[in-house]
């Protein structure tokens, strides 16, 4: 009998563990978590309008209008993700 020892992660099973984005529903700041470097993000409006963008873990969102965005973020090892983001 063998035993197949080998372990996988999907896609999304990775991505939840080594990235996160809080709070959501965000008032000020949002705060980006990953294991892996942030090269930079991009925060769009439900239009698909540029709204801030930066390379820091943190997103000054004061002084958005309330609503739904869309949060890209691309790390360094090459992993791009999207979240979106309630601005209350």
């Known amino acids: ?5 080998t372990s996988s992660l999907s896609a999304n099973e990775y991505e939840e563990q080594t990235f996160s984005v809080y709070p959501n529903p965000v008032q000020n700041t949002l705060h980006i978590q990953s294991t892996s470097p ?32 869309w949060l890209r973020v691309v790390l360094e090892d090459g992993q791009i993700v999207t979240r979106k983001v309630v601005k209350n």
Do not use: P, R
């Open 1 to 5: 009998m063998t035993w197949n020892t």
């Open 38 to 69: 942030i090269e930079y993000y991009e925060l769009f409006n439900a239009l698909g309008q540029l709204q801030l963008s930066g390379n820091t873990n943190q997103v000054n969102c004061s002084d958005l209008e309330h609503g739904a965005y």
